[in-house]
């Protein structure tokens, strides 16, 4: 009993700590559009420079020794832990917050931004995202989980509790404790059994250490290397989109309120995008094609929508079908990594994919703002953007043809 108790105490707070942390983080960076303008008339400036500034919590978010990043890489880490085979159905879940906050935090801050001006505005969200610290605080600790796992271990090798653990368990019980000193002392064998037991879980350990190394990261697992790619390309998609959306609108003609609306369908696309991926988790159906190559193409074809027409209906359709697509492409890259690789090399791949995926944050918003700056037009800057997505759903469908009658090819 205490175990299982245990057991879902840490999924619920790695959950909530998930929940609390996308929402705070994806809501934030969104919001940074309704300011955009405003930063960019008062100190004259370029899309360049405050597309590098802004996707500066973008790309700390995604390292693991800073501010967003100790919270997010963490969560992630400690949820793959704790739901294990449940993890790509937990994961997509918990990225419902993500697109929630980017469907209402940016009505908040133009609220803020236009009843009390942009020093309110900006200390508002300053507290918000102050809420990291208690979020990871709320993070199941590294001594629960060893103390979970020895005692699960223990459990599983049917060996009787020693002395010592039977003391930490029942500290004020001293009766309980003697007693299973002296049953421990009258089993037969007991000390050749623990001898035994220690030395299979040491061979087991040189064994694991041997597999990795014998195993590379990428050449050993060579799926990995295009969910990888699928990372990076949604940390190069997301940090523009999130934040040079709500001025594409704008730039197209409508008015800052209208064009934040196009912010909240982004959102409201995310949100289908989530439950898309809970269901094809759910019911087994996720793989290259659904997965990978079918987000990545929609994210081109959105675009396309804005060729057609640039009135609301249509901003308001590619901000719908893009997020739908991007929400995807983010869930599942993440959602895919465990099955791609062994469990050694899984805490070294989701940091490695968190760091590549916030370079490429900073050098999308960055690229993009210099090409608004050089060639003042948004359409050419998100075009290019859905073109690398066109590049990359084509990969992903050639892999999924070559990879679908391979036997170690993964969610085939």
Not at 381 to 403: E, K, M, P, T
Request: hydrophobic fraction near 45%.
């Amino acid at each position: 009993m205490e175990r299982n108790e245990v057991t879902r105490l840490a999924k619920a707070n790695t959950f909530v700590a998930r929940l609390l942390c996308k929402f705070l983080f994806s809501g934030s960076v969104k919001a940074y559009g309704v300011i955009l303008t405003t930063f960019l008339d008062d100190f004259k400036t370029t899309h360049f420079i405050l597309g590098c500034s802004f996707a500066l919590q973008m790309s700390s978010c995604n390292m693991a020794c800073i501010g967003f990043g100790l919270c997010n890489i963490s969560s992630v880490v400690y949820m793959e832990r704790a739901f294990r085979d449940s993890f790509p159905t937990a994961y997509s879940i918990s990225l419902f917050a993500a697109y929630f906050g980017i469907a209402i935090l940016p009505l908040l801050s133009e609220y803020l931004f236009k009843s009390f001006g942009i020093r309110v505005d900006m200390t508002v969200f300053g507290a918000l995202c102050f809420m990291l610290v208690p979020v990871g605080l709320i993070l199941p600790s590294k001594e629960l989980k060893s103390s979970d796992k020895a005692q699960q271990r223990r459990s599983e090798e049917h060996l009787p509790l020693t002395a010592e653990e039977m003391t930490r368990r029942n500290p004020n019980n001293n009766t309980a404790s003697s007693s299973i000193m002296d049953q421990n002392r009258e089993l037969s064998g007991y000390d050749r059994q623990r001898e035994t037991v220690s030395t299979k879980l040491e061979s087991t350990e040189n064994l694991l250490e041997e597999k990795r190394l014998n195993h590379p990261l990428f050449s050993g697992h060579p799926d990995f290397l295009l969910v990888w790619a699928i990372a990076t390309m949604y940390g190069l998609t997301l940090s523009s989109w999130a934040i040079f959306l709500i001025p594409f609108g704008e730039s197209a003609g409508l008015d800052s309120s209208t064009a934040v609306l196009m912010s909240f369908c982004g959102g409201i696309g995310g949100v289908l995008g989530d439950l898309y991926c809970i269901c094809i988790f759910y019911k087994g159906l996720g793989n290259i094609l659904s997965g990978l190559a079918l987000p990545s193409f929609l994210v081109f074809l959105s675009f396309i929508v804005t060729l057609i027409s640039s009135e609301f209906p249509a901003l308001a359709l590619y901000s719908f079908i893009s997020g739908f697509g991007i929400a995807v492409q983010g869930i599942v890259s993440t959602s895919f990594t465990p099955s791609t690789l062994c469990d050694d090399h899984f805490e070294v791949a989701i940091v490695l994919s968190c760091f590549t995926e916030g370079i490429a944050a900073q050098l999308g918003s960055g690229l993009t703002g210099a090409l608004i700056d050089i060639t003042g037009s948004f359409s050419l800057a998100f075009g290019l953007l859905s073109v690398l997505n066109l590049f990359l759903s084509v990969v992903s469908l050639i892999w999924w043809i070559v990879r679908k009658n391979s036997t170690n090819s993964f969610s085939s």
